[in-house]
């Protein structure tokens, strides 16, 4: 039960869909007054537009998906609605705003740097994911929850090092990004507007959580299907008009860079800052393995429609999409009870 729930105790499920639509607008205005006050702070000391867009705005846009894993494990005591948004949020991401960008915009190019490194890096922080998963079943009674430690957490954080050292030192190496073109701004006025982005952002959260609690509970499906599906679509909402806005401006080759560098963060840094703060996490490992599955083979679509002819095509924009729409009928179907490819029988069968 999250704060608001406590606060306001048992309520009509219209007001908290009232609610969590208040929560979604709150969300979506401090997460654009995060990013438009790091992006300032980041022009005053001269950081290069690359790094800009490849660490710092995929950081700041990756701010609700922190709060959602934070308010999880420190008020819910548990990390299935933190570990729902992370994975359904990936999948959001890396299907819905490429497509639609290439749907608004037309044919949208890529590079061999998307390609070849924030794609391909992507994958590899999948796998990351995917195996401190597995590993965390080791030592647990059965195949059911993965036991995720501070320990494997951390050991998942050296993967976005290794992230940031490729993108400072290909920096580096272009000779970019050496401090020039540095822009006065008011520090302290910039702070503490980040600052009341992020509490803006908490508040919008905690209201989304609890509309998505009240929804579970109304509809008798479980809690981590929810946050896959309603939850996640509600954070990443925003970046989706901030992608779909970038490429209609003549940027679409960042749109695309920004959706790998926000899910690179999201899966090998909020994952552990999560089990860092509880001293150990829980996921589902049974509920979590398919739609990994899923998760790692639209990427690995996503990055082969980007490195043939480096661009997305406005029919490959549309083809996303509709992979997309088959995500969200495959949830509701779960939610229902019409398939039970995420059951704990079905599963064991596929491991077996």
Partial sequence: MTLVQSFLGEQSLLLWL???????????????????????MSDHFGVSQAIQGGIIAAVATSFPELAITVISVLVLG??????????????????????????????????????????????????????????????TDGREVAEITPQMGI????????????????????GSGNGEGRQSTNLPKQFGLFVGGLFVVLVGVEFMIGMTLEI??????????????????????????????????????????????TNTFNLVMVLPIGAILASGVSIGF?????????LFYTTLVVVVLAA????????????????????????????????TLLTEQTLRTILS
Avoid at 21 to 40: D, K, M, P, Y
Avoid at 234 to 249: A, R
């Fill in 78 to 139: 548990e990390f299935g609605t933190g570990a729902g948004a992370l994975i359904g949020t990936a999948v959001f991401n890396i299907l819905v705003i490429p497509g639609a960008v290439a749907v608004r915009t037309g044919d949208t190019p890529t590079t061999r740097g998307i390609v070849y490194r924030d794609a391909i890096f992507y994958l590899v922080a999948i796998l990351g994911f995917f195996a401190v998963i597995a590993l965390g079943v080791i030592g």
């Fill in 18 to 40: 009232v609610l969590g639509l208040v929560g979604f607008v709150l969300t979506w205005q401090g997460a654009n007054v995060v990013e438009s006050t790091t992006s300032e």
């Fill in 155 to 174: 050991g998942l954080m050296l993967v976005y090092v290794a992230y940031l050292i490729l993108i400072i030192g290909g920096q580096k190496r272009s």
């Fill in 308 to 339: 043939t002819d480096f661009e997305i095509s406005q029919l490959e924009g549309y083809f996303l999409l509709g992979l997309y729409v088959v995500f969200l009928l495959w949830m509701v179907s779960e939610a229902l009870g019409l398939s």
């Fill in 216 to 261: 579970s509970t109304a509809l008798d499906a479980p809690p981590f299907l929810m946050s896959v599906t309603v939850l996640s679509i509600l954070s990443s909402f925003p970046d989706l008009l901030v992608g779909v806005e970038m490429g209609e401006g003549g940027d679409q080759r960042a749109a695309i860079a920004n959706v790998f560098g």
């Fill in 286 to 294: 049974l509920a979590a393995v398919p739609l990994l599955l899923f």
